[in-house]
């Protein structure tokens, strides 16, 4: 009996029963069948040769889509990468070799050590196996078999991971022509020929399963692209990024830091915290312009609101908790730090009755949460576990929702465009595994979120699974100076959590009803996005944002009281300007100014002391520009408007 197959237009192919991924390919052309390297079957990922089945919907993967670089990329760290590692030593045992953006690493154990300096010895080995083009087969086996083929092979850690896995077959081993296995979840290219060009990168240690009481593994890093021209690109943007890095300039720029004491939550410095501040004050004035009602919420809240609202369930692996035993009171009470504002929001809106005239009511909120992140997930600015949202809540009715969307994006358009910004990226993120609320209520949420992005016009993508457990979700894609994405906004629809706290507004027909609550924010937190700005702007913050953004450096101390003279006339101006009377040579005081990026340096000597004037030199010019005092204050006051 031949097989229906349906493609991705709706189109459908018939087959020969027992026809796999290949032969589909093949039905449809050949330069499809020369390009493909897995299927997708109802939405799961399966290998080429792969048998289909009857009625199912496949999709070819091809070498050159996303996915097909991330199967190479898989194929490359699993029976690439992993068969240089065993062949160089012999004796090492392997552990888990996932795909991560942009690349891949594997964990082995070795006794000897692997350092840097041994990446290019494994990459020509790599290169050696590449060059036998061998295919890749997969055998189908029992838990009993898997263990047995990798208790042979003394790999105690896939011997691990079959043993603790709830499967009981078909686990996937992976060979190649000269019999070299790994047990993996695939799928994989159908031979190597298909792996395009491909670096190491780093090495690092990584505890087995992210657990310190485990044993120190050794994590071989790679990249890899289709083209040498896709590799260099790569390659250039992280050694860009690398100087770039928020951590290395926030040291250099003396902005802050981090120490054991308090992991994971910043110690602002003077101009760190200035930034912070100035931020800050520029998205406080777009919201009072917005509409937007300012509130503060407590940082402690008992445990009986987190439960209602559903984030204990959800969140309580990731809360700090207290418990408080109140003894004068013969109490007990378990509270938790707040991490994140929405529930306080609603009990706000609960003071009081609303009608449908008051909404839509729209609170924000610079709302410092605290979330307990896993110690090796923490970098820098970019996760913490104390951090700030520049959170807000929209309470309004179902028929104010799409024009709350537009007026949403506007405002966070505008906001972007001002911090550099000027395009982004609208992904749509639908009902995840672990949510609350009724697939009813889901539907409706998901169906009049699309139907307001589709109305206003604005290109989206759909994200499978990825919105949060209250309700479906618009997240804000930025693409900064060299190119990388940072989800930064996001605007939330939930149609659930006034429902389960009990928020109610009173309607035109008289009745009482559950506003719709909108979660949304522009920045999502202050710490990351300032961190974000330092790598955009490599430390050269916009003018109105620098922490310093005048220095006036003397160079001999016979004009010191003129420099002084300066800066208060520019801090008169509200410019944040300081003085630089050391006893240093002008070139050094330039450099070590310009190594904090700050903006504008004022050189001052006895010719402009006597014309009352300044030399102008700005940050990245190495042209020194000569201004009347006046002129030049003038000019710097008009440069610090946003």
Same mark, same amino acid.
């Given at each position: ?398 028929? /104010?929702?799409?024009? &709350?969307? +537009? ?9 972007? #465009?001002? @911090? $550099?910004?000027? %395009? ?79 928020? /109610?507004?009173?309607? &035109?027909? +008289? ?9 949304? #924010?522009? @920045? $999502?937190?202050? %710490? ?98 000569? @201004? ?15």
């Amino acid at each position: 009996m031949p097989m229906k197959i349906t493609l991705p237009d709706k189109s459908s192919r018939e087959l020969p029963a027992e026809s796999t991924g290949y032969d589909l390919a093949k039905d449809i052309g050949p330069g499809l069948a020369k390009s493909a390297v897995a299927v997708e079957v109802n939405g799961i990922q399966k290998d080429l040769n792969d048998f289909l089945e009857d009625k199912s919907t496949v999709s070819i993967i091809t070498i050159d889509s996303k996915e097909g670089i991330d199967i190479m990329r898989h194929t490359l760290t699993a029976q690439v990468l992993a068969k240089a590692v065993k062949n160089l030593y012999p004796e090492s045992k392997l552990a888990i070799g996932p795909t991560i953006e942009n690349g891949f690493y594997y964990d082995v154990e070795c006794s000897e050590t692997i350092s840097i300096d041994d990446l290019e010895k494994i990459e020509n080995q790599m290169h050696k196996i590449i060059k036998s083009e061998s295919s890749i087969t997969k055998k189908l086996v029992s838990k009993k078999d898997a263990v047995k083929v990798f208790d042979s092979l003394g790999e105690s850690y896939k011997k691990e991971i079959i043993n603790e896995s709830d499967q009981e077959d078909d686990f996937q081993l992976y060979y190649q022509e000269d019999d070299f296995v790994d047990l993996c979840i695939g799928p994989h290219l159908p031979s190597l020929s298909f792996i395009g060009s491909f670096k190491l990168t780093k090495v690092s240690g990584a505890y087995w399963k992210g657990d310190a009481k485990n044993k120190m593994l050794t994590r071989i890093y790679g990249t890899a692209w289709n083209t040498d021209k896709d590799l260099n690109k790569h390659l250039n943007t992280l050694e860009e990024a690398e100087k770039r890095d928020h951590r290395k300039l926030g040291k250099e720029m003396d902005l802050f830091h981090f120490q054991d004491e308090a992991p994971g939550m910043v110690f602002w410095h003077p101009d760190g915290w200035t930034i912070y501040r100035n931020l800050r004050n520029f998205v406080r004035s777009r919201l009072q312009d917005s509409g937007y009602i300012e509130v503060n919420t407590p940082q402690v809240i008992d445990r009986k609101l987190w439960e209602a609202s559903g984030h204990w369930d959800k969140y309580r692996e990731n809360m700090f908790i207290t418990e408080v035993d109140e003894e004068h009171a013969n109490e007990k009470r378990i509270n938790a730090l707040k991490p994140m504002n929405c529930p306080g929001h609603v009990q706000i809106y609960n003071q009081g009755i609303k009608s449908y005239k008051d909404l839509p009511l729209k609170y924000a909120e610079f709302g410092l949460c605290h979330r307990y992140e896993p110690s090796g997930t923490m970098h820098g600015l970019m996760r913490v576990r104390a951090f700030t949202q520049d959170d807000g809540h929209i309470f309004c009715t179902e028929n /104010q929702i799409e024009s &709350e969307t +537009g007026l949403f994006i506007e405002f966070l358009s505008n906001l972007y #465009a001002d @911090l $550099g910004f000027k %395009e982004f990226d609208i992904k749509l993120s639908t009902r995840p595994e672990m949510r609350v609320g009724t697939d009813e209520i889901w539907d409706k949420a998901e169906a009049a979120l699309e139907a307001a992005i589709k109305n206003l016009g604005y290109p989206y993508r759909i994200d499978e699974g990825d919105g949060a457990f209250y309700g479906p979700k618009l997240d804000f894609v930025l693409t900064d100076a060299i190119g990388r994405e940072w989800q930064c906004g996001t605007f939330q629809l939930d149609f659930n959590l006034a429902e389960r706290l009990d928020a /109610q507004y009173v309607g &035109e027909d +008289g009745k009482k009803h559950n506003p719709v609550m909108i979660h949304r #924010a522009v @920045l $999502g937190s202050f %710490e990351r996005f300032i961190g974000i700005l330092i790598e955009n702007y490599a430390g050269k913050f916009p003018f109105w944002l620098a922490p310093q953004q005048v220095v006036i450096a003397s160079i001999i101390s016979d004009v010191n009281d003129y420099s002084v003279e300066i800066m208060n006339l520019l801090k008169k101006q509200g410019i944040r300007a300081e003085v630089d009377l050391r006893n240093e040579k002008i070139s050094y005081k330039v450099r070590e100014h310009s190594s904090k990026k700050v903006p504008i340096i004022l050189a001052i000597g006895k010719n402009e002391m006597n014309d009352k004037t300044v030399s102008i030199r700005r940050i990245g010019s190495k042209d020194t520009n000569v @201004l009347q005092l006046e002129d030049a204050i003038n000019e710097i006051v008009k440069e610090n408007k946003i």
